[in-house]
């Protein structure tokens, strides 16, 4: 069966696999100094924001992937107050950790102020918190901004960004993860999308590596569901200087004053369970 | 982008999405009374099986499915010794409820002989458990054979079917939910494959209602990942007259004489976790 020419196609070339969105109208196309931005909208999953041929989120199931990149993370610190977001112009991430009203201050650190622009006109209900006074928006290169923050400055960073290629490459090095060792405070989390763990596994393991190398003493993987990324199957990855990721402040979770589509109690133990598999190949329990 | 034309390619109509794997080779493909089969060989994913256009496994992901569609529901049971496969021709699923010792017969029940010979020659590792004395392949209407099957003779029913299109559709209705349920033992417990819980809400939402029409009081809905499926987020539902579905043979499971893939005692536990928005649409805890 062929595609017909006004669906949307993601293909992944190293895995043999694609993704396709059936696709109404493309109503932005924009090459920026970074990277080039495309807004489609389809016709069952809302609004499309593709960088450089890669899905990047579409409004049907981003849910999924902002809230496991911080709802998950923020209950597991054990007070978490200053929290930086390394790429995530979409806002969506920003939205769910503004949620938590512990949180003093986030800054929004990405590298291109085009995707947070069109976010705001295609995606506005992911922006709906840009103007809280605890959120801090700047466009500007995250792997500088880290490397010149001051030591044990922030509780959780959460590294939100594309695929390893381009602009995002430098997030995935050994000497980025060394900068956000050191501007993490005693108990301070990092956590990192860390591709599919089915198709991408050499970039994961390969980032567990660096993590570890840089002096990450404790790791690990969450899974979870997303669709529009290759093999629908996504992870994130979470690194502590010291302490395990085994507690979270499970209470808080049940009396959350706010609302979540997928995430709950019972949902955050599911992400920490390891496959059998990745048990094997990374020790991970 | 558009793919090329060596891809296989699965349009989710409804959904307006679509997934496609890269192909070396058709090795078959066949018309048999009751469907129309193909053999692919693909890039990355092994084998590929695809019946009237649906992608129905392929080598690479389906321990997924495979594994979730029988050990968390034969670690559920108490102790289940006689199970009754409908559909399942590729005999993926037979052979995992075979590792268990304690099982005494698997009956698998498929329509389509043609399901299993294919299997046989392009799916061998799927099939080396059928010459084991306790399973029985029949080649017969599952429906019809669950209608006649003795009274509280099965501890586990496993339908393993197509979607709710063309042989399958019968397999999703009430009365022959009622039909397992007189199958099934005091302790019994039905699991189906439900479907994708993004894409497919309807049907799976249906399901439910159906087996609680028939009589099932307890219904529980396990999430997975399924790649090669629409969404690559799969579900199973599990169904039983009485008893809940908290308990499992947890110690079983840590002591089983075989491996899994994915499958484990957290993989259990995690599978059971229930979405935010599904616990809101349904009410499982």
């Known amino acids: ?15 043999g696999c694609a993704f396709s969105l059936r ?6 196309v924009e090459q920026t100094p970074f990277q080039k931005i495309e807004i489609y909208d389809t016709s069952d999953w809302g609004r499309l924001m593709v960088i450089d041929g890669y899905v990047m989120l579409s409004s049907r199931d981003n849910f999924l992937y902002h809230e496991m990149m911080s709802h998950p993370m923020l209950y597991c610190h054990p007070a978490p107050r200053r929290v930086a977001i390394i790429g995530g112009g979409d806002c969506g991430t920003l939205r769910e950790v503004l949620r938590h009203a512990e949180i003093e201050q986030v800054t929004q650190v990405d590298i291109d ?6 976010s705001e006109i295609h995606f506005p209900e992911l ?3 840009n103007d809280d006074p605890r959120a801090r928006l700047l466009f500007d290169d995250g792997i500088r901004w880290i490397a010149n923050a001051p030591e044990a400055g ?6 939100d960004s594309t695929d390893p ?9 050994e000497s980025f993860y060394r900068d956000c060792l050191r501007a993490l405070g005693e108990d301070g989390i990092l956590v990192q999308q860390s591709e599919s763990p ?6 994961l393991l390969g980032m567990r590596e660096a993590m570890r190398a840089a002096g990450f003493a ?8 997303q669709p529009v990324y290759p093999s629908g199957w996504w992870s994130a990855t979470a690194a502590r200087r010291a302490g395990g990721f085994e507690d979270f402040r499970e209470h808080d979770v049940e009396n959350k004053p706010f609302e979540t589509r997928y995430y709950n109690a019972a949902i955050h133990r599911a992400a920490m369970a390891t496959p059998a598999f990745f048990q094997r190949e990374t020790g991970q329990g």
């Open 198 to 203: 089915i198709v991408d596994r050499e970039i």
């Open 127 to 129: 922006c709906e918190a």
């Open 113 to 118: 102020e085009r995707v947070t622009r069109l």
């Open 218 to 225: 404790n790791l690990h993987t969450l899974f979870f569901p």
């Open 165 to 173: 290629v381009g602009p995002g490459e430098g997030l995935f090095t």
């Open 23 to 28: 696709v109404r109208e493309r109503l932005h």
């Open 154 to 159: 922030l509780d959780l960073i959460i590294v």
């Open 1 to 15: 069966m062929t595609l017909p020419e006004d669906w949307f196609t993601e293909i992944h070339e190293q895995a």
